[in-house]
């Protein structure tokens, strides 16, 4: 996995859009600057539990152009088997090698798989679990990638790890870490996968207080770009991963910042 490259997040448009046609032409707009700074496109899936497009909905619609080493699509649990069945099959269409698969955000509105659906008989389709299927059911056709949480206990999380590898996963992508974090560094000791460090690229820090576990004053200072310099520095053999990216003030200035 190429380092130089960067992971650069995109939403896709709620589905109950007042402005459907603006947020797609902003869509459209951030995913052509990714690709034409060949980086890599990540869509996200039904981001905090809100019913949004598919990237296999919405990319194939606006007519974007798929380059399978500059687009990752995420993938949760938060969908009947039907639609995942959907989901896969028309990503393998599209040419789409690259899937960030999680356990995700439900709500009301997102059915959660159910484990009888896919052939199971545990209490609740995981990470792990939707790994398994997608392999067995499309072997060869994805590299699936997992998210870690630093942040969370650590001896249950790098088991959870350990089960996401034997599953299948390829690559790791972190949670936002500021400066480095004790738990990456032992992440990848113990796997020698690639992985790749969120850098969380909005000034208001305290929006990560629900992932940290704390809570993180409103007025803490924080400079994405000097984060993204040290994650660099500390992890120069990673991937980095930028959430919350600011396209007119940020993009333009990447690559000089992390010259």
Known sequence: MSTERLHIEILTPKQNSENLDDDLAKFADKYNQIMEQDHIACITDNPMGHLSFQATEIIPELGLPVKPENLMIHLNTFHTKEALDGILQTAI?????????????????????????????CNAVTSVELLGY?????PGKFDCGVAFNPYEPQDHELEKMQRKV???????ITQPVVERHDAVDELRRRF???VTIDAWMSKKLHLLSECVGYTIPEDTPYDPMQ?????RKHYPDCG???ALLGFKTQMPVLRQTLA
Not at 134 to 138: D, P, S
Not at 227 to 231: A, E, P, Q, W
Request: aromatic share 4%; no cysteine.
């Open 240 to 242: 980095l991963y930028l």
């Open 166 to 172: 034997e599953a299948g996963a390829t690559f790791i």
């Open 192 to 194: 020698k996968l690639p």
């Open 93 to 121: 269409t599209m040419g789409v090698r690259s899937l960030l698969v999680i356990s995700g955000d439900g709500s009301e509105r997102l059915p959660k798989l159910a484990p009888e659906s896919i052939g199971l008989a």
């Open 134 to 138: 997608i392999h067995k059911t499309h």
């Open 227 to 231: 984060n993204l310099r040290s994650l």
